[in-house]
């Protein structure tokens, strides 16, 4: 707050939309072209390329949330039917392969994700999305589109 000027003060607002306004956005947007399942993929891809540009812009500096971006990633993997295995998944997360293992470990214990072997190379494992965190990720990507038709 200290950046603002004498007497302009922020103010954080949170929007909160009722769920039927979310399901109406959402059904609205379907209705216009594409399916629901189409517009979360979308925005999923959208804020993983968002999150991209803000790190090349910002040359040195590090935005790193390695869950947020290996949860978006494994959402956009499994909308499009493609499988991503261990190391790609710590590489696609930008931190380092010890923190983001740390960051697959924690989201396998919490139940949203399982390592599966590579049907190809079982030396390898691959990242499966839990139905517990698919369902998370498509309430959170409803409510971004909802809450960006509604303000946009």
């Keep these: 707050m200290a950046s603002a000027s004498a007497g302009d003060e922020l ?6 939309l009722p769920r039927k306004a979310v399901e109406e956005s959402l059904l609205s947007a ?5 399916t629901i399942a189409d517009l979360r993929l979308g925005e999923a891809k959208a ?5 991209r540009r803000r790190t090349r812009c910002f040359s040195g500096a590090r935005f790193l949330d390695p869950s947020w971006d290996m949860i978006l990633e494994l959402y956009v993997a499994q909308g499009e039917h493609r499988d991503i295995a261990v190391s790609q998944l710590c590489s696609l997360s930008g931190a380092s392969m010890t923190t983001a293992l740390r960051h697959i470990e924690q989201l396998e214990a919490v139940g949203y ?13 691959n990242v499966s999305m839990l139905p517990r965190l698919r369902n998370a990720a498509e309430e959170w990507l409803d409510l971004q589109i909802a809450s960006s038709r509604a303000t946009g």
């Design 11 to 16: 103010i954080d607002v949170i929007v909160r």
């Design 30 to 34: 379907a209705a216009a072209g594409g």
């Design 47 to 51: 804020i993983l390329a968002g999150r």
């Design 113 to 125: 994700i399982e390592r599966i072997p590579d049907p190809a190379d079982r030396r390898r494992a």
